[in-house]
């Protein structure tokens, strides 16, 4: 059977998007790039939009779904979302061909089998995703507060992590955003800081685990070096051996074996 891979178009506040491969299926978690930007960063993959088979949506904030319609419009791509996402955006989405995400239900598309689950996140209803070949299982979690019993047992015993690292608790005291801002960002519905990762990473199951990489770090809160520091002692593991997907160019190809 032919190995699940992925790769990062890009990981932050300004755009996400994953890409996500097993088999003859290729599908993009999130696109928060507009046509020109997302036609570029999948050509640094050696991908372009008709090679792509769905787009998925996390929930809906501008960085995940910004891109998404024109890239399903221009490539007559189908696109998966909760009924919570598409509240509000239905007549975005007027012309695209949509699957409904129900209760958070295991579905298919092609050689993937995706298990979303609920997070807490300040969305309608937010879901991050276990991406699974039949072989090898793919974690994916960058936008959440904090972490649940139900995360935990869902990313345990994953061959590969996606995990936010968003910010850094010092820098983030410290930086000029308004306090209403830094209190949302570090509340249980914003976003995970460099050790709530550690912690959720070091009670995972991870026997199986050999890829983690580090996403959604804030540029003005957070550090890579910060980012690998929490994951490497969370796992026992040397700093080099943790990824970070960035902004501006993402993480290249890595293949599940």
């Not at 507009?34 to 372009?48: K, N, P, Q, V, Y």
């Not at 910004?66 to 696109?79: C, D, M, Q, Y």
Request: hydrophobic fraction near 40%; charged fraction near 25%.
């Amino acid at each position: 059977m032919p190995r699940l891979r992925f790769a990062s178009l890009g990981s932050g506040s300004q755009g996400n998007g994953l890409v996500v491969e097993a088999g003859g299926t290729r599908v993009l978690l999130d696109c928060g790039f507009g046509l020109t930007e997302a036609a570029a960063r999948l050509s640094r993959l050696g991908l372009s939009g008709e090679d792509l088979d769905a787009v998925v949506v996390t929930h809906e904030h501008d960085d995940h779904i910004g891109g998404v319609a024109r890239l399903a419009r221009r490539h007559s791509l189908p696109v998966w979302l909760t009924h919570g996402t598409l509240c509000g955006f239905e007549s975005l989405f007027a012309d695209v061909e949509l699957g409904i995400i129900e209760s958070y239900g295991a579905f298919r598309i092609g050689d993937l089998e995706l298990q979303p689950f609920p997070v807490p996140h300040d969305a309608r209803e937010p879901a991050q995703f276990v991406f699974c070949d039949g072989l090898h299982r793919l974690g994916v979690l960058t936008d959440a507060g904090a972490s649940t019993r139900h995360i935990e047992e869902l990313l345990s015993g994953c061959d590969a992590l996606v995990l936010e690292c968003n910010h850094d608790p010092d820098l983030l005291r410290r930086s000029a955003y308004p306090q209403c801002v830094k209190d949302r960002i570090a509340s249980r519905l914003g976003h995970l800081d460099n050790a709530a990762a550690g912690r959720l990473l070091s009670g995972l199951d991870n026997r199986r685990l050999r890829h983690v990489v580090a996403a959604h770090l804030s540029q003005q809160n957070n550090r890579p070096a910060l980012a690998r520091k929490a994951l490497a002692w969370a796992l026992g593991c040397e700093e080099d051996e943790i990824l970070v997907a960035s902004q501006d160019d993402g993480c290249s190809w890595i293949a599940l074996d």
